[in-house]
């Protein structure tokens, strides 16, 4: 069971819009065991949007980073200098994250970059179990 999938890369691009300079914000907690929004992904991703936009002609600069949550303000607010800098914010959080980070940074878009499907516990190795579906 998968707690969190990624967007389609198609799906992402087209809502940063025509953003040049993009912060990719990954997630220490949750989303990094389970294999979908850690430092790695983040990097894979902005890396991804960058070539796309290098195929349309069109200029992309991608700043990752990786918090240890974006749930939490302390490791939020560290992101406070590269949010400035930033046109948008791609989050690899889950949807807790996503949402506390657009309202720590009120006025910047922060747009979730997974699809977020329950929050669970993990149980051992890749076994998660549903906690709450986030109705």
């Known amino acids: ?8 890369i198609a799906e992402v691009a087209a809502r940063i ?5 993009v912060l990719v914000a990954g997630c220490v907690g949750c989303v990094t ?9 983040a990097e894979i991703l902005a890396a991804s949007l960058r070539i796309m936009r290098k195929k349309e002609g069109r ?20 992101l406070a200098e590269w949010v400035a800098a930033a046109d948008c914010v791609v989050s690899l959080a889950c949807g807790v994250g996503v949402q506390f980070a657009s309202e720590v940074f ?25 906690r709450c579906a986030g109705c």
């Open 33 to 41: 065991v389970c294999l979908s929004g850690g430092h790695k992904e």
């Open 106 to 130: 009120e006025g910047k878009r922060v747009l979730p970059a997974l699809d977020t499907r329950f929050y669970g516990a993990n149980e051992s190795v890749g076994v998660w179990s549903e």
């Open 17 to 21: 819009g025509d953003a040049e300079n």
């Open 59 to 78: 200029p992309l600069a991608t700043v990752v980073r990786t918090p240890e949550r974006q749930c939490d303000k302390e490791y939020v607010d560290a």
């Open 1 to 8: 069971m998968i707690v969190a999938r990624q967007k389609p």
